[in-house]
């Protein structure tokens, strides 16, 4: 509940800081540049902070206030580049990658996030070269990993799995680079290989659902169907939405002569499967149309849907800064906001959509809905008495309201 205010209320001190420091200079004898770092390392700390929490209008006013501060602050465009990445807007990242290389061309990631927007555009070849860069400055595992995945999909199965090994061997603890050698063994049937480097991504990051999975499947495979059963029980619980889960817990049941126990598994399997069909469309409309915010509140409603709620709150996150004054988009975000106990992020939305437009109902009630969990009771009446002034008769705030009495009184 706090972080959004905390976001809030750090932009504004920020900006203050910002204008201080600017106002406080002496014309005729300008401060060095580098006085004025620290304070735009701040912001873009803060900035980074609103990225992670999807919050993109935040993120980019914190890293434009960087800017002001130091302009030739390498960091700054580098922060912006990957905040437009995120919002797939790939020109406008690109640019400010370009930014980045003209204040500083040693600067490490620029080149492999070059890389992994080429990828996520299926620019396969570009990725290898913008991957070989960043290897000519930065010997990482991370960049030898993307540049493996590059060379998975242009089928050069041989330079991908020397790639995921020489990552491997530059750290053995970068588990990323076992799930991709994974993947690649499996395709080329080795799989107790396979198995051996998921198992060892699985024993540095035992809570990762993605290995247990892929073990579990591998397991399958591999004819171990007791062990593969205890693999992904735990994996269906935490992935209810995921085709492959429930199939091969299914199959790993039927295999151990637990015919309809496992059955069951194969129908929900089935059941799942268009649910995730229909995601990969609206995964591939987004891409083909990055700049209409529909296309990412769409797949955002087909992810809440099956219960990826952190998937949902990007995408709607994304439709936000597309279009800002739609009021549709943030009900969505609202409502999946309430459903994940935020009440200070669905409160926001909500305020913000009646501000707007006072006439919403359904927003008013949503409001004192919130006002009522959150334990202000008398905010609670005046919302919902707002409902009944556009909308005389409405049942929900009505039976509200008597709620609200009734409780009142038992008190």
């Not at 902070?49 to 434009?64: S, W």
């Not at 990412?296 to 849907?305: D, E, M, S």
């Amino acid at each position: 509940m706090r972080s959004l205010i905390t976001i809030h209320s750090t932009l504004l001190l920020m900006l203050l800081l910002a204008i201080l420091l600017l106002e406080g200079c002496d014309t005729n004898n300008p401060v060095p540049e580098e006085a004025y770092v620290p304070a735009s390392e701040m912001l873009l700390h803060q900035s980074n902070e609103a990225l992670r929490q999807h919050e993109f209008h935040y993120a980019i006013r914190l890293a434009d206030s960087a800017a002001v501060i130091a302009p030739q602050n390498p960091n700054v465009s580098f922060l912006k580049a990957r905040i437009y990445s995120e919002l797939g807007r790939w020109g406008s990242a690109d640019t400010a990658y370009q930014q980045t290389l003209a204040l500083k061309p040693d600067y490490r990631g620029v080149w492999n996030n070059r890389g992994n927007n080429a990828f996520r555009q299926q620019e396969y070849r570009a990725a290898v070269k913008y991957y070989e860069k960043e290897l000519a400055i930065n010997k990482a595992a991370i960049p030898w990993r993307g540049l493996g995945r590059a060379y998975v999909e242009l089928g050069e199965v041989d330079s991908a799995r020397s790639a995921f090994l020489e990552a491997i061997r530059l750290d053995s603890t970068y588990t990323p680079a076992y799930l991709s050698l994974t993947f690649l063994l499996e395709d080329e049937g080795e799989y107790d290989q396979a198995l051996s480097y998921i198992n060892q991504a699985g024993t540095l990051e035992p809570e990762n659902t993605e290995y247990r999975y892929m073990a579990g499947a591998l397991l399958v495979k591999t004819m171990r169907y007791q062990e593969a059963e205890v693999t992904l029980r735990p994996v269906v619980e935490t992935w209810p939405w995921h085709h492959g889960s429930h199939y091969n817990l299914g199959q790993a049941l039927v295999r151990q002569g637990r015919k309809d126990e496992g059955q069951i598994f194969l129908e929900k399997a089935e059941e799942v499967r268009a649910a995730q069909a229909k995601i990969e469309h609206l995964e591939n409309t987004v891409r083909s149309l990055p700049d209409n915010p529909m296309s990412h509140a769409a797949l955002g409603f087909a992810l809440r849907k099956v219960q990826r709620y952190n998937d949902a709150m990007h995408a709607y996150k994304v439709a936000l800064y597309l279009a800002p004054e739609n009021p549709e988009i943030r009900n969505n975000i609202a409502n999946l906001a309430l459903l994940r106990g935020d009440t200070t992020l669905a409160m926001h939305h909500y305020q913000t959509i009646v501000k707007f437009d006072p006439s919403q109902v359904n927003t008013w009630l949503n409001i004192g809905i919130v006002y009522a969990l959150t334990g202000y009771p008398e905010q609670a009446r005046q919302s919902w008495e707002t409902v009944l002034m556009y909308a005389p008769g409405h049942p929900a705030a009505k039976a509200y309201l008597a709620k609200l009495e009734k409780d009142q009184r038992n008190r």
